[in-house]
């Protein structure tokens, strides 16, 4: 099938990094496509107060004011505090950070040079000013900041799509790992492959959304998201693609549990 707009399907495109997968991991990718129901699994996602019905409200409050701020070149404490109360991060006192911080993830045209590096760069350049949170919030915060060009990891994710260290099997499309030593899982910041498999995971996303948007396999976007503009109408961005996957990973885990 082929999408019936080129330049809606090109929105979804613009600015993404050219990192190519391997030809294993796009059949595993491809594998999992055919036999699941993307949309199924985005319009069971669940999270607090966010559901489907809800229109996600939160996260869609949270995408809202960070990528406008992120859209101005900076984001503050109260940005980074939401985020964090949002996900149920432990140990939020520990967080600290400027009250604003500049950030550059709106430089111009998204085929400015800026984009062609690693996402990773982004994610480091966060670490630099933010401390006492770790992989999965960082991510979190570029993600609400710009769903288009970053998605969320965490360890829900990395449970079921890298190595594994649940009861269910992974499905090996990240060479990541989590630990848990009683205080609850995280994503140790040690991995040799941390932060670049981060740039793995950006370029699985868009390559799912991409095959979505090509194959005109349209997203069931809450009506909320398109009268705000946030989204166009049936079009996968990677934040789309990463919300049915959570949603998955937390099906697979609680069946698994």
């Not at 613009?14 to 059949?27: N, V």
């Not at 609400?144 to 969320?152: E, I, T, V």
Request: hydrophobic letters at 35%; proline letters at 4%.
């Amino acid at each position: 099938m082929t999408h019936s707009s080129a330049n809606t399907y090109n929105l979804a495109e613009k600015g993404h990094r050219d990192m190519p997968l391997s030809i294993q991991l796009r059949g595993r990718i491809e594998s999992f496509l055919a036999d699941h129901d993307l949309r199924s699994f985005y319009k069971g996602y669940e999270w607090g107060k966010d559901t489907w019905e809800s229109g996600f409200a939160d996260m869609r409050q949270l995408e809202i004011d960070l990528s406008m701020a992120a859209k101005h070149g900076y984001l503050t404490k109260t940005h980074i505090m939401a985020v964090a109360k949002w996900g149920r991060l432990r140990n939020i006192k520990k967080i600290r950070c400027p009250e604003l911080m500049r950030i550059s993830l709106y430089n111009g045209d998204d085929s400015a040079e800026f984009f062609k590096s690693s996402p990773s760069v982004s994610l480091k350049s966060l670490r630099d000013n933010i401390r006492g949170i770790g992989p999965t919030y960082l991510s979190k915060i570029l993600m609400f900041s710009r769903p288009q060009l970053y998605g969320a990891i965490d360890t829900r994710l990395v449970r079921v799509f890298g190595k594994g260290n649940s009861d269910i099997e992974g499905l090996m499309w990240l060479s990541l790992e989590v630990k848990n030593y009683g205080y609850g899982w995280y994503i140790p910041e040690y991995q040799t492959l941390w932060p670049s498999e981060y740039d793995t995971w950006i370029e699985i996303l868009h390559h799912v959304a991409r095959l979505c948007n090509g194959n005109g396999y349209e997203c069931p976007h809450p009506g909320e998201y398109i009268d705000l503009g946030l989204r166009e109408k049936g079009i996968w961005i990677i934040a789309d693609v990463e919300t049915s996957l959570f949603s998955y990973a937390s099906k697979q885990l609680q069946a698994g549990s």
